[in-house]
């Protein structure tokens, strides 16, 4: 082992704690703002933001999903309109064309509106899928289905909520400041 390969290999933690520092640095820099530290879009928003009514039972466990991420909203100041599309896919098929596998594939429109104006604050879309078996008795596939729309519209909700509190918009609305550089 010649000399600087042990000088290298001597300098890496010092190297990283020196990038580790810079990194910091950057973030600062650019103002960067946890969502859910002191004064964060992601607190500000807590229990402010009023879910639209369900129309069908889909939307219902989507408005129910959307309730438990933003947090039941007891004097809100927003509302979250939404609009779901689930599609079915048929995922594996066997050699005999039977259907094993099915994918449910999920878009969310969701528009942030201010109340009692209604003027939109951030418009967006999410998507995301989920994939159940279709093998078996009826019972079964009906509960693995079941099963795939919650976990479909959990999904969603994480990632509308995502999207909303990471947009500048709402940040500039709630007061947070920027979240990005």
């Given amino acids: 082992m010649s000399w600087s390969e042990r000088a290298s290999r001597a300098d890496a933690p010092a ?3 020196v990038l580790a520092l ?3 640095v950057g973030l ?3 103002a960067f703002q946890p969502l859910y530290g002191p004064q964060g879009a992601g607190s500000k928003l807590n229990g402010q933001v009023a879910i639209a009514a369900p129309g069908t039972t889909r939307d219902y466990i989507m408005a129910r999903e959307l309730e438990l991420t933003f947090g039941p909203a007891a004097r809100p100041i927003y509302r979250l309109d939404y609009s779901l599309s689930v599609a079915s896919e048929e ?3 066997t050699s005999g064309q039977e259907i094993d596998r099915v994918n449910l594939i999920g878009t969310l429109s969701y528009t ?3 109340l009692p104006g209604g003027e939109a604050v951030t418009t967006g879309t999410s998507d995301g899928f989920v994939s ?3 093998a078996g008795e009826p019972v079964a596939i009906n509960a693995a289905r079941n099963d795939a729309e919650l976990r479909l519209a959990r999904i969603l909700a994480d990632r509308t909520f995502i999207l909303v509190l990471s947009n500048p918009a ?4 709630t007061g947070t400041g920027g979240a990005t550089p």
């Fill in 15 to 17: 190297r990283a704690l």
């Fill in 22 to 24: 810079v990194a910091c």
């Fill in 28 to 30: 600062a820099a650019c």
């Fill in 91 to 93: 995922a594996a098929i």
């Fill in 112 to 114: 942030l509106r201010t």
């Fill in 132 to 134: 159940y078996s279709s």
């Fill in 170 to 173: 709402v940040a500039a609305a």
